[in-house]
């Protein structure tokens, strides 16, 4: 028996060892949950900034769509404004014809009148003859184009 009590006393004690093992898989457990941890945070940060990014698209588009809808719409306006001028000198063009045309008649008349004076004084006469012909000399009518906008 002596010699099965000296095996006894050389056998090494493992608890000593466990115990380290035990500690080492302790903290390798540990950090493997922390880093679980950590790479679910990243995800999650990953995915925050991914929906606020989809966000800040959307809202994008959206203000994109607005100016969009607003240079079509004033291109429109431009457009109906410039075919409103368009017409609007073709009529001072006509206006401005017309008015030569009656400073024309009114020269005209004046110059029949002023022949008529000068051959007859009696103004009588003269407007029996010329109904056109009154105690005053007939003016040039006189015109701008600032007339021509309404207000």
């Known amino acids: 028996m002596a010699t099965s009590?000296?095996?006894?006393?050389?056998?090494p004690n493992?608890?000593?060892?466990d115990?380290?093992?035990?500690?080492?898989?302790?903290?390798?457990?540990?950090?493997m949950?922390?880093?679980?941890?950590s790479a679910r945070r990243s995800r999650m940060r990953k995915q925050?900034?991914?929906?606020?990014?989809?966000?800040?698209v959307a809202q994008l588009k959206k203000e994109n769509?607005?100016?969009?809808?607003n240079i079509n719409m004033t291109t429109q306006q431009y457009g109906n404004v410039e075919a409103d001028n368009s017409v609007l000198r073709a009529q001072m063009m006509e206006l401005t014809?017309?008015?030569?045309?009656?400073?024309?008649?009114?020269?005209?008349?004046?110059?029949?009148?002023?022949?008529?004076?000068?051959?007859n004084n009696n103004y009588q006469e003269d407007f029996q003859i010329n109904p056109w012909n009154l105690m005053y000399v007939n003016q040039p009518i006189m015109a701008s184009a600032d007339m021509l906008y309404q207000y």
């Open 97 to 119: 014809q017309r008015l030569q045309s009656l400073n024309e008649i009114l020269a005209y008349i004046n110059n029949s009148n002023n022949n008529i004076n000068n051959n």
């Open 48 to 56: 925050k900034h991914l929906d606020d990014l989809m966000c800040q």
């Open 65 to 69: 769509s607005n100016i969009l809808s």
């Open 14 to 17: 493992n608890s000593g060892c």
């Open 19 to 31: 115990e380290v093992l035990m500690v080492v898989d302790e903290r390798k457990r540990k950090r």
């Open 5 to 11: 009590s000296g095996n006894s006393s050389q056998i």
């Open 33 to 37: 949950q922390s880093n679980r941890e």
